[in-house]
C-alpha cells in the first residue's frame, strides 16, 4: 500500500508544482505587463508634456533669435519624446496584443494607439491632397480590433470613412482654357 502511495504521492507533488509554477509564472508575467505598460504611460505623459511646451513656445515666439532657438529646442524635444512613445507603445503591443489580448493594459495601449492614429490621419486629411496615408495610418489599427473582436471605436471609424471617402476622390484637374472651334478648310 506504501508503494502505491508513493505512486500517487509523486505525480500529485509534480502537478502541483507545475500548477503553482504556471500560477507564479503568469503572475510574473502580469507584473512585467504592469512594469512594460508604466513605461508606455510615462512616455505618454512624456510626449503630453513636450506638446504642451511645443504649444507654448509657439505661442511665445517672436522673430528674434532667441525665440525661434526657443522654438526649435521646444520642436526637437517633442519630436524625440514623439519616438519614444510610439517605439515603447509599438513594442509593449507587438508583445501584448499576441501574449495577453484580454488584459487591461493591453486595451488600454491599444486605445492609445487608436488615439494617436486618429489624430495622425486628421493631420494627413488636413494637409495632403490624397486619403491614402491616413488610410495606411488608420487600417492597422482598425484591424486590430477586430482581430481581437472588440468594437472599433466611433472616432477611427468615422476617420478612417472619410479618409476612404477623400482616396476615392480623383484629383481635380487644373483648369484648362476653352477649346477653339475647329476651322473649315477653304477650297
Known amino acids: 500500500m506504501k508503494g502505491f502511495l508513493r505512486y500517487l504521492a509523486v505525480p500529485g507533488l509534480l502537478a502541483l508544482t507545475i500548477s503553482c509554477g504556471d500560477t507564479a ?3 510574473g508575467r502580469t507584473t ?3 512594469s512594460e505598460f508604466a513605461r508606455v504611460k510615462a512616455a505618454r505623459a512624456e510626449l503630453v508634456a513636450a506638446r504642451q511646451a511645443l504649444d507654448r513656445a509657439r505661442h ?3 522673430t528674434t533669435s532667441s525665440g525661434q532657438d ?3 529646442r521646444a520642436q526637437e524635444a517633442y519630436d524625440a519624446a514623439f519616438m519614444r512613445d510610439q517605439k515603447t507603445l509599438s513594442a509593449f503591443l507587438n508583445v501584448a496584443l499576441n501574449d495577453r489580448p484580454d488584459s487591461p493594459e493591453t486595451r488600454e495601449a491599444l486605445a492609445l494607439y487608436a488615439r494617436s492614429a486618429v489624430e495622425g490621419a ?3 486629411l488636413r494637409e495632403a491632397e490624397d486619403g491614402r496615408p491616413a488610410v495606411q ?3 492597422p489599427v ?3 480590433y477586430r482581430v481581437l473582436g472588440l468594437d472599433v471605436p466611433g472616432d477611427l471609424a468615422t476617420t478612417l470613412a472619410e479618409a476612404r471617402r477623400f482616396q476615392g476622390k480623383p484629383p481635380t ?3 484648362t482654357a476653352h477649346p477653339r472651334p475647329a476651322r473649315r478648310s477653304r477650297r
Open 25 to 27: 509564472s503568469r503572475e
Open 32 to 34: 512585467q505587463a504592469r
Open 60 to 62: 511665445a515666439s517672436d
Open 70 to 72: 526657443a522654438l526649435r
Open 122 to 124: 486628421r493631420y494627413l
Open 137 to 139: 495610418v488608420l487600417e
Open 142 to 144: 482598425e484591424r486590430s
Open 173 to 175: 484637374p487644373p483648369p
